[in-house]
């Protein structure tokens, strides 16, 4: 099915563990975005990619790694976790004309402990 | 920075009642593009509506429309004949048109609770 998918739904893990959280499309758009979502913040950008092998700082970078060497596949690495880092990631794309919406995936709630 | 402030961190409404959600942006740019998703229960996200800053007409669809007013930086959302399927969280998102910035700024949220 064509959309926008993100493993895994639901991650415990401990502090100081690395963790990766996966997102894949079949749209082939060309934006993709990892946010997290905390109370009273809304959603807050971590980073995003404007192609393969094209990626940016958002708001919230530190503590996060990413990569995209296939269009259609954008990880989020947790390279050492932290309890602050305990939240609900979402993974959007979109594609590139600017009235385009993003598509969200279903989010993965990590905590953290 | 563009900033994106919802003031309404709870509304409540009665079933097949108006109720409109304010929002409010900081820009300087005159091109960009505003956004209402709903995030319900389940955690998805949908895109409700959304604006073009460069057309002078509200956008509508359905039983949702959006009160547009760039002079002021405001872009409300109305949702008319409330259902139970309505009550979620609701978030405005602007998001500059220049190339090199394709990202969604999100406000903090509107809890909406819709009363039987």
Redesign the interface.
């Known amino acids: 099915d064509a959309g926008i998918t993100q493993s895994p739904r639901y991650k415990i893990t401990e502090t100081g563990r690395q963790v990766t959280l996966m997102c894949h499309q079949t749209w082939s758009h060309s934006?993709m975005?990892w946010?997290r979502q905390d109370l009273?913040?809304?959603?807050?950008?971590i980073y995003?990619s404007?192609a393969a092998d094209i990626t940016d700082k958002?708001e919230v970078p530190d503590g996060y790694v990413v990569s995209r060497s296939k269009t259609e596949n954008f990880p989020l690495t947790l390279e050492s976790a932290t309890r602050s880092q305990t939240s609900?990631y979402?993974c959007?794309s979109?594609a590139?004309v600017?009235?385009s919406?993003?598509h969200?995936g279903?989010?993965t709630?990590l905590t953290v402990t | 920075a563009q900033t994106?402030t919802?003031s309404q961190p709870e509304m409540s409404v009665q079933e097949a009642e108006t109720v409109t959600l304010s929002c409010t942006y900081d820009t300087s740019e005159s091109d960009y593009?505003l956004?209402w998703y709903k995030q319900p229960p389940?955690?998805?996200?949908i895109?409700v509506i959304?604006q073009?800053a460069y057309k002078q007409q509200n956008a509508t669809e359905n039983r949702f429309s959006v009160n547009f007013q760039k002079a002021a930086k405001s872009f409300s959302l109305k949702i008319s004949d409330s259902q139970l399927g309505d009550a979620a969280m609701y978030?405005c998102a602007y998001?500059r048109?220049n190339?090199?910035n394709?990202?969604?700024?999100?406000?903090?949220?509107t809890r909406l609770t819709i009363i039987p």
């Open positions: 934006y975005f946010y009273g913040h809304g959603l807050r950008l995003y404007a958002g609900v979402f959007a979109s590139w600017y009235n919406p993003l969200f279903n989010g709630r | 994106v919802q593009y956004f389940s955690r998805q996200m895109l959304r073009e978030f998001r048109s190339f090199g394709e990202k969604l700024t999100f406000g903090t949220g």
